[in-house]
């Protein structure tokens, strides 16, 4: 990985944050991923290997996070972001080469980590305390 790309990344602070990021450089249609910056300095082939390799290797180590660390991740993200959980882009952030268990395991993991978010003290669905 080029040292240029790894300072774009290491301009995001959490993993949750990089997933959403590198997801949002691959283009639906053709199914390759570009960055302008990085086209000025290596070809588009190389650019697409390098964001892809990026994105399958975020998403490893997102993976290899126990549950509270993604929490604590996406707690950062959220927080960062300010945006709304509910509009939380969780599932375009998986790369499209991800194997199924990649995929189901991150999934159940963010569902899990959203239902924790819902009941949290000050959240907008928690629930009266008795």
Do not use: C
Not at 45 to 58: F, G, K, L, Y
């Amino acid at each position: 990985m080029s040292e240029i790309w790894r300072k774009v990344l290491d301009q995001i602070s959490t993993q949750f944050g990089k997933l959403v990021f590198l997801s949002s450089l691959l283009d639906a249609e053709t199914g390759r991923y570009s960055h302008s910056m990085l086209l000025n300095y290596m070809g588009a082939e190389e650019v697409d290997r390098t964001i892809r390799q990026s994105h399958h290797q975020i998403f490893q180590q997102w993976l290899g996070f126990s549950l509270m660390e993604q929490k604590a991740d996406l707690d950062d993200y959220l927080a960062e972001s300010r945006g709304p959980r509910y509009a939380l882009p969780y599932r375009k952030v998986v790369p499209p080469h991800a194997r199924d268990v990649e995929r189901q395991l991150y999934l159940t993991d963010l569902e899990t980590l959203l239902e924790l978010l819902r009941f949290e003290p000050g959240s907008a669905f928690a629930t009266p305390e008795s």
